[in-house]
């Protein structure tokens, strides 16, 4: 058994730069090639952006992706502003920490119920579980529609978001938007106890691989996501400045997606990350939770990044409340309410400078980093995107885990290999593809389609 | 009667159309009951490589794979949606067009650029016949559940050939021109109810220019507030340069 041949190419596509392929080879029982290839064509932000306003640099941008478009925004209007040298207001950070805590949950309840579900359930997607598991689907969707409908009160809609621009919001919520908003909200309650139950029933994986984990961290008391330096579990910490030498990028010949490494071969980020390294600043039913399901910082198995999530949904739904209703007793400046074209009407001064935006998103931290021109123009811009920091450590992880399981079925095998990968949750239909699955070699490789 | 076959495909895009789907809640499952959802990547696993009653397509064609499989969608299916603005008008994929490719290339991925081949950014049309435009970015889910309900039925769906100020004025918005701003909305299509400046925008044009707009009007509108033209070219090349293609066919 352990003597065999197995390749196994998996195709995909990633949110981020477009198609891939996981490829695995064995040779005789040995492992000779292990390897998360993107292949899709690069829409090229980063050279796009040259030429256009720093102002207008949020609406592009958001446009890399549409799940995490709301992290996009925020990170790109940080590095505009640090660019620019605009500090935001109280109320501006703390409208824009509620913005990002919805995202997370809108972002983490997709990937708990439509991605990692269905595999715990044995079952190929959410649709055959619309007739076996009913409530179940209806739950997913009706909590993903709350996150939806929350932001559009908030910023006009979830995907690509309207008023959050630089300088703070076009449209600040009313009495009665803060009042709608906790009603969804705290409405949500029953639903997200419902979710930790079904939770803490799935059985995941057993895989270790003991793996640096970086995210932002801070000297204050609250769960960084929007501000901080960025820390690692190896104990590195540096201003976000410095996040080219954080993260170190390398291009590979196959992959599209730049890869990335800090102080080993390898680094993960995102919610396991981000609870390895913060965990006691969870909010105080976040760590209930994780108590229940008993997991302990530092925790070294990827498939547990779902659990993490899990986690950070019940942190994001009680801060998002804790932000409301302070709104609630303390008002709303209306006066702060910004109009759009600042830059057109000289309103703020303008000069040369370099900002960098680094913002956790549902899949790891951001980073956002433009160089202007004195009239606000862009000259360079660099993005680094979680799901690219996570490949390099993918692969790492496929390395250790293949010999472990070499003794199963093929079927197995790409079982385990697509949840692994889906349990970083590099995005939606990266990890849903994954299940068209070649084996070449030891049957006829099936015709892909389209 | 028996529910036709539906499928959902993405090209260069961000996928947030196809997420606008997801993000319909419960009304989802409606429209899955009608509907026999057959492939969509975005949400499920399931494939199938048959023919298609209806295709719905988002994202631009931006290389010569892209070119291949849209050809090879286009002939499996008996109606063909774009989806979004990348599909519909090449969107924000389009200002690419602007530079120089190999430039552009060699400025993200360096010395190593040549492993990355590039070509101009195209909207669906611009390759194969579409029957349906459904624009926005992201699209406006009322109005892709009354395109849907055309398409099923096999009416045409006409897309709003008025500026997205009809739809301004009826929600009764201070004209962001009035603010000192300059925006979109006199040469934009409508149909999305005027959403970004209901929330305190201005219009970027993601819906595509009007195929008559009223050029004399805007020009009068720039010198009233005294706006350099240019401004206002660059902003619409933001989701608009990809209409050049259609010019020079």
Same mark, same amino acid.
């Given at each position: 058994m352990n003597e065999? !041949?197995?390749?196994? !190419?998996?195709?995909? =596509?990633? &949110?981020?730069?477009?198609?891939? !392929?996981i490829v695995v080879n064995v040779k005789e029982g040995r492992l000779e090639t292990c390897r998360l290839d993107i292949v899709e064509a690069p829409r090229f932000f980063e050279g796009i952006l040259r030429g256009r306003s720093v102002f207008e640099a949020q609406h592009i941008t958001s446009r890399i992706c549409g799940i995490c478009s709301c992290g996009h925004t925020l990170a790109s209007i940080q590095a505009a502003e640090d660019a620019l040298g605009i500090t935001p207001s109280d109320q501006t950070v703390s409208l824009r920490k509620l913005l990002l805590h919805l995202e997370m949950l809108d972002s983490h309840i997709l990937h708990i119920y439509l991605l990692a579900a269905p595999d715990l359930l044995g079952v190929k997607s959410f649709v055959p579980l619309i007739d076996s598991h009913a409530n179940v689907v209806r739950r997913a969707l009706r909590m993903k529609k709350t996150c939806n409908d929350v932001c559009t009160v908030l910023v006009g809609r979830h995907v690509h978001p309207i008023s959050a621009i630089v300088g703070g919001f076009t449209k600040l919520p009313m009495e009665r938007d803060l009042d709608a908003m906790l009603d969804l909200l705290t409405g949500m309650r029953p639903d997200m106890n419902a979710t930790v139950e079904l939770a803490a029933s799935l059985k995941f994986p057993e895989f270790e691989r003991d793996t640096e984990y970086v995210a932002l961290v801070s000297d204050d008391g609250e769960y960084p996501f929007l501000r901080g330096d960025i820390g690692s579990t190896d104990g590195v910490r540096m201003p976000k400045r410095d996040y080219k030498e954080a993260t170190n990028e390398f291009i590979v010949e196959h992959s599209s997606a730049k890869h990335t490494k800090l102080s080993r071969d390898s680094y993960a980020v995102g919610s396991l990350a981000r609870f390895n390294l913060n965990y006691e600043k969870l909010h105080p039913k976040a760590r209930e939770v994780a108590a229940a399901i008993n997991l302990k910082p530092k925790c070294i198995n990827p498939y547990l990044n779902t659990a993490a999530q899990l986690i950070e949904s019940v942190h994001c739904l009680e801060e998002a409340i804790g932000i409301l209703e302070f709104f609630k007793n303390n008002c709303i400046n209306y006066d702060e309410a910004i109009l759009v074209g600042l830059n057109e009407q000289a309103k703020i001064p303008i000069k040369a400078g370099s900002g960098v935006g680094a913002v956790?998103? /549902? &899949?790891? *931290? =951001?980073f956002h980093h433009y160089e202007i021109d004195e009239k606000g123009v862009i000259i360079n811009a660099n993005c680094i995107i979680p799901t690219n920091q996570n490949l390099n450590n993918i692969e790492r992880d496929m390395e250790k885990l293949v010999p472990e399981i070499i003794a199963k079925s093929d079927d197995e095998i790409t079982l385990g290999l697509e949840m =692994?990968?889906?349990?970083?949750?590099?995005?939606?239909?990266?990890?849903?593809?994954? =299940? !068209? *699955?070649?084996?070449?070699?030891?049957?006829? /490789?099936?015709?892909?389609?389209c | 009667m028996k529910r036709p076959k539906v499928a959902f495909f993405d090209f260069a895009c961000c996928e947030g159309c196809q997420l606008q789907v997801a993000n319909m809640g419960e009304t989802l499952l409606e429209v899955l009951d009608r509907v026999d959802v057959v492939e969509f990547r975005e949400v499920m696993s399931e494939r199938w490589n048959g023919p298609l009653d209806v295709a719905i397509v988002e994202g631009s064609i931006t290389d010569q794979h892209a070119v291949e499989r849209i050809r090879q969608i286009r002939e499996r299916a008996a109606v063909m949606v774009a989806y979004g603005s990348c599909a519909t008008i090449g969107g924000v994929n389009g200002i690419k067009n602007g530079f120089d490719l190999d430039d552009i290339r060699r400025y993200v991925y360096r010395a190593d650029y040549r492993f990355f081949p590039t070509a101009k950014t195209r909207a669906i049309h611009q390759v194969v016949p579409v029957d349906y435009f459904v624009n926005g970015c992201p699209v406006y889910i009322p109005e892709f559940v009354e395109a849907l309900k055309a398409v099923l039925q096999g009416l045409p769906y006409p897309v709003p050939d008025y500026a997205v100020c009809v739809e301004c004025k009826l929600n009764e918005n201070v004209c962001m021109y009035d603010r000192g701003v300059t925006c979109l909305g006199p040469v934009t299509k409508a149909g999305c109810n005027s959403w970004c400046i209901n929330n305190g925008n201005i219009c970027y044009g993601c819906r595509g220019m009007l195929s008559n707009p009223n050029e004399k009007g805007a020009q009068e509108v720039l010198r009233k507030y005294q706006i350099p033209e240019d401004l206002l070219i660059k902003k619409m090349d933001m989701y608009n340069l990809c209409r050049e293609l259609d010019k020079n066919e």
């Open positions: 065999r !041949n197995v390749t196994i !190419n998996v195709e995909y =596509l990633t &949110r981020v730069e477009g198609h891939g !392929n956790e998103v /549902p &899949r790891g *931290v =951001l =692994l990968v889906r349990a970083y949750d590099p995005c939606i239909s990266c990890s849903t593809h994954m =299940l !068209n *699955v070649q084996f070449i070699g030891s049957r006829a /490789p099936s015709t892909p389609g | -």
